[in-house]
C-alpha cells in the first residue's frame, strides 16, 4: 500500500461509478445465450482502463511516471511507532501537555492515543486506516476533517500530515496548496498557549509563520517542530 495515494470523498463516488459500468457490463453479459472469451477480455480491459484514467485524475501522472521508472515506489513501508519513541522523538512530557489533545495520522492501532489515556490525559485521534474506533478515533483523511477554531491545547503529528505535506511540496503536481490551507486551519485551532507539534519540519512553512504572523512562535528542534499559539 502506498500511502501517498489519497482519495477524497469526491474520489470515492468516482471509483463507485467504474464499478457500477462494470457490475452492469457483467449483467449485460450474462443475459447473452453465448459469451466469448474475447467479450470477457474485452471486458476486463475495458475495466483495467477506468481505473487507470480514475487514478490519474485522483492523484496526478507524476507518481505513476516514477512507479513506471521504478516499481518499488508503490511498495512504501508504512509502520506505527511506539507510543514512548514518538514521545521522546516529539519533545512531548506528561506533565506539561495541554489538553484536549488531538493526534492526526494516529495509526491503524492509535498507540499514542491509548498511551495518553492510560496517563489521563483526554485526546482523540484521526487516521484513515485507524483500526480500533471508539467516540474518540475517528477514521477520517485529515485533509477532510474539519479543524474547528480554538478547540485543542495540543495537536500532534509523528510522520503524518507533515511528511504528506512535504511530499505534495515537492511533487511537480502535488496538492500543495490544500495541504497550506490546511495546515493555516490547524493552527487556527489551537487555543491560546496550545501547540502544533509534528515531525518532520516544514521549514517553508516555518519561515512564513515567523516573518508574517505574530500569533505564533517556532520551536526547532533536533527532531520536531512545535508552533505555539500566543494569542
Wanted: glycine residues 4%.
Amino acid at each position: 500500500m502506498n500511502q501517498y495515494l489519497n482519495f477524497s470523498q469526491k474520489d470515492y463516488l468516482q471509483l463507485q461509478k467504474v464499478y457500477e459500468a462494470l457490475l452492469q457490463q457483467v449483467y449485460e453479459i450474462c443475459n447473452q445465450k453465448e459469451v466469448s472469451e474475447e467479450e470477457i477480455d474485452q471486458l476486463f480491459r475495458s475495466h483495467y482502463k477506468n481505473l487507470q484514467s480514475f487514478l490519474l485524475d485522483s492523484n496526478g501522472k507524476e507518481i505513476f511516471k516514477k512507479y513506471r521508472e521504478s516499481p518499488d515506489v508503490l511498495e512504501i513501508k508504512c509502520a506505527e511507532y511506539t507510543s514512548e519513541f514518538q514521545m521522546r522523538l516529539l519533545g512531548i512530557y506528561l506533565s506539561k501537555v495541554k489538553q484536549p489533545v488531538l493526534d492526526i495520522g494516529c495509526g491503524q492501532q492509535a498507540n499514542l492515543v491509548h498511551f495518553l489515556r492510560k496517563n489521563d490525559i483526554v485526546v482523540y485521534g484521526l487516521d484513515r486506516n485507524v483500526q480500533n474506533l471508539n467516540n474518540k478515533i475517528y477514521q477520517v483523511d485529515w485533509l477532510e476533517y474539519t479543524y474547528v477554531p480554538d478547540t485543542w491545547g495540543t495537536v500532534i503529528s509523528h510522520m503524518a500530515f507533515s511528511n504528506h505535506f512535504m511530499h505534495h511540496h515537492l511533487r511537480p503536481d502535488g496538492d500543495y496548496e490544500k495541504y497550506a490551507t490546511k495546515y493555516m486551519e490547524i493552527l487556527k485551532s489551537l487555543k491560546i498557549g496550545g501547540s502544533f507539534i509534528y515531525a518532520p519540519g516544514l521549514s517553508f512553512m516555518e519561515e512564513i509563520l515567523i516573518s508574517t504572523f505574530d500569533s505564533y512562535t517556532v520551536e526547532t528542534g533536533e527532531y520536531s517542530t512545535m508552533v505555539t499559539r500566543i494569542n
